[in-house]
C-alpha cells in the first residue's frame, strides 16, 4: 500500500519561507513546544531569549540587574529583528516583545505569528520552580501574571493563530499548532 506523508505546512505556497514566531505569557512553554514544533516540520529552532544572552555575553538576570529593563527590550527588538532575517525557522520569542510595536510590526510582516494562551493559574504553577525571570523575582507570580496578561492581551489576540497551551502534553499542542497552519494555509492558498 503507498503510504502518504502529510506536507510540511511550510512547504504549503502560503506559508513557505516563513518563520514561525511563537509568542504568550512567561510559562506558556514557548520553548518546549517550539523546540518540538521545529522537530515535527523538520525547521531549526531558535530562542530570543537564548539569542539576547548570546550577544550581550550576560544571562537576562544580569542584563535586567546591570542595565535596567529598558535596555533589555532594546537588545530584544535588534536581536528579533536580526533573527526575522535568518532562514525559516521556529522562533520563541520572550513573553514582553509583543508590547514592542516595532518588533510586532516586523512578525506580521515576515512570519507566522502564534499566541500560545493559557491561564494565569497554569502560567504560574509552571514558573512556580524556577527563578531566572527578573519580572517576578520577590513577587507573587499569579499576580503579576495576571496583570501583565491585561496589558499584552490587546497585542497577542492580534496573532494569525491562537492556540491554548493549558493542561496537557506539549505534543497535543504542536498537533493543535499544525492542524492549524494547514487551516490557515488552505485558507490562503
Ligand atoms: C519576559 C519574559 C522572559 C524574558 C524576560 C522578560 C517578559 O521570557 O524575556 O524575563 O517580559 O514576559 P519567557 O517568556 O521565555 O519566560
Do not use: C
Request: aromatic fraction near 4%; charged fraction near 30%; hydrophobic fraction near 40%.
Amino acid at each position: 500500500m503507498e503510504k502518504t506523508v502529510p506536507a510540511s505546512p511550510t512547504a504549503d505556497p502560503a506559508l513557505r519561507g516563513r518563520t514561525l514566531v511563537l509568542v504568550g505569557m512567561m510559562g506558556a512553554g514557548k520553548s518546549s513546544v517550539g523546540k518540538r514544533l521545529a522537530q515535527a516540520l523538520d525547521l531549526p529552532f531558535k530562542d530570543a531569549d537564548d539569542e539576547i544572552e548570546k550577544a550581550a555575553g550576560r544571562t537576562i538576570s544580569e542584563i535586567f540587574a546591570e542595565h535596567g529593563e529598558a535596555e533589555f527590550r532594546e537588545g530584544e527588538r535588534r536581536v528579533i529583528a536580526r533573527l526575522l532575517d535568518d532562514p525559516p525557522h521556529v522562533l520563541a520569542t520572550g513573553g514582553g516583545a509583543f508590547v514592542n510595536d516595532t518588533i510586532r510590526a516586523l512578525v506580521k510582516a515576515k512570519a507566522v505569528y502564534i499566541w500560545l494562551k493559557a491561564d494565569p493559574e497554569v502560567l504560574a504553577r509552571r514558573v512556580g520552580r524556577k527563578d531566572n525571570r527578573p519580572l517576578l523575582r520577590g513577587k507573587d507570580p499569579r499576580k503579576v501574571l495576571t496583570e501583565l496578561l491585561a496589558v499584552r492581551e490587546p497585542a497577542y489576540s492580534q496573532a494569525d493563530l491562537i492556540i491554548e497551551s493549558n493542561e496537557g502534553p506539549h505534543h497535543h499542542t504542536v498537533e493543535a499548532i499544525i492542524a492549524a497552519l494547514k487551516a490557515l494555509s488552505e485558507q490562503n492558498p
